[in-house]
């Protein structure tokens, strides 16, 4: 299938230097990929990269095989949910309509796109609260709405369940595994437990992607403790789920 999104010899960050350079990434339908690594690594970054925040230092980047577009045509290609935004004062429902994209009032039609959007992440009883009122996780999931009510084929979350209380967390995870397999997910995380529902993982360290690959293969100790620096327990799920992980402490 052809890649939602191309990236080659890319370097992104945004101080004095890259943080991360040379990366080659092709996302396409249905996958669900984990970027992981530590703090200032650069998956955040590189995040923004791929949902067209950021333009990168080096190197060339393509969303369905050209340039990223304009107006009401990009919500519907990339959506976007960032970490540490500021919850804006308008109503939640405003602020969902906003992801749609458009110059001019919404139509019927849009503020019913933007109800069902609000329904299925269990907002609608949020909908006239101004988004300034809602706790951290309330902020997230309207966040998280206005980034998927265009029905953008390539969604980017950074951090997607920080915040998060365990029973959100889990509607989160369940949300993401019934997205339509022609939609593709990039997630910027640390969540381990999440990242091991994905079906690829990207590990960050040292300034370069270290591995690229099948998750079961990611998320194994030795490579975590290289990209992480800690020395991590992965139990694995006799029944076929996602494993489990506990973090013993910093890598020898």
Same mark, same amino acid.
């Given at each position: 299938?052809?890649?939602?999104?191309?990236?080659?010899?890319?370097?992104?960050?945004?101080?004095?230097?890259?943080?991360?350079?040379?990366?080659?990434?092709?996302?396409?339908?249905?996958?669900?990929?984990?970027?992981?690594?530590?703090?200032?690594?650069?998956?955040?970054?590189?995040?923004?990269?791929?949902?067209?925040?950021?333009?990168?230092?080096?190197?060339?980047?393509?969303?369905?095989?050209?340039?990223?577009?304009?107006?009401?045509?990009?919500?519907?290609?990339?959506?976007?949910?960032?970490?540490?935004?500021?919850?804006?004062?308008?109503?939640?429902?405003?602020? #969902?309509?906003?992801?749609? &994209?458009?110059?001019?009032?919404?139509? $019927? *039609? !849009?503020?019913?796109? @933007?109800?069902?959007? =609000? +329904?299925?992440?269990?907002?609608?009883?949020?909908?006239?609260?101004?988004?300034?009122?809602?706790?951290?996780?309330?902020?997230?999931?309207?966040?998280?709405?206005?980034?998927?009510?265009?029905?953008?084929?390539?969604?980017?979350?950074?951090?997607?369940?920080?915040?998060?209380?365990?029973?959100?967390?889990?509607?989160?995870?369940?949300?993401?595994?019934?997205?339509?397999?022609?939609?593709?997910?990039?997630?910027?995380?640390?969540?381990?437990?999440?990242?091991?529902?994905?079906?690829?993982? #990207?590990?960050?360290?040292? &300034?370069?992607?270290?591995?690229?690959? $099948? *998750? !079961?293969?990611?998320? @194994?100790?030795?490579? =975590? +403790?290289?990209?992480?620096?800690?020395?991590?327990?992965?139990?694995?799920?006799?029944?076929?789920?996602?494993?489990?992980?506990?973090?013993d402490g910093r890598a020898a």
């Amino acid at each position: 299938m052809s890649a939602l999104f191309e990236a080659r010899g890319v370097a992104v960050g945004r101080g004095p230097a890259p943080c991360l350079t040379g990366v080659d990434l092709d996302v396409r339908p249905g996958e669900r990929i984990a970027l992981l690594g530590a703090n200032g690594a650069g998956k955040t970054s590189l995040a923004r990269v791929v949902a067209g925040l950021d333009r990168p230092r080096a190197g060339r980047v393509r969303w369905l095989g050209d340039a990223l577009p304009r107006g009401p045509a990009r919500p519907r290609t990339v959506g976007v949910v960032l970490q540490g935004e500021i919850a804006a004062a308008l109503p939640v429902r405003e602020l #969902v309509a906003l992801g749609l &994209g458009l110059d001019e009032a919404p139509t $019927a *039609a !849009a503020w019913r796109a @933007v109800d069902a959007t =609000l +329904a299925d992440l269990e907002l609608t009883a949020l909908a006239a609260r101004p988004c300034s009122t809602l706790s951290g996780g309330e902020a997230q999931r309207a966040a998280m709405a206005r980034a998927r009510v265009a029905g953008p084929r390539l969604l980017v979350l950074d951090e997607p369940t920080n915040h998060l209380d365990p029973r959100r967390r889990a509607d989160v995870m369940a949300w993401l595994d019934r997205l339509d397999d022609a939609i593709a997910a990039v997630i910027a995380t640390h969540d381990l437990e999440l990242a091991a529902r994905c079906t690829r993982a #990207v590990l960050i360290a040292d &300034g370069r992607i270290l591995f690229d690959g $099948a *998750a !079961a293969e990611a998320l @194994v100790p030795d490579r =975590l +403790a290289a990209a992480l620096g800690v020395a991590v327990r992965r139990l694995d799920d006799p029944s076929g789920g996602p494993p489990l992980f506990r973090v013993d402490g910093r890598a020898a």
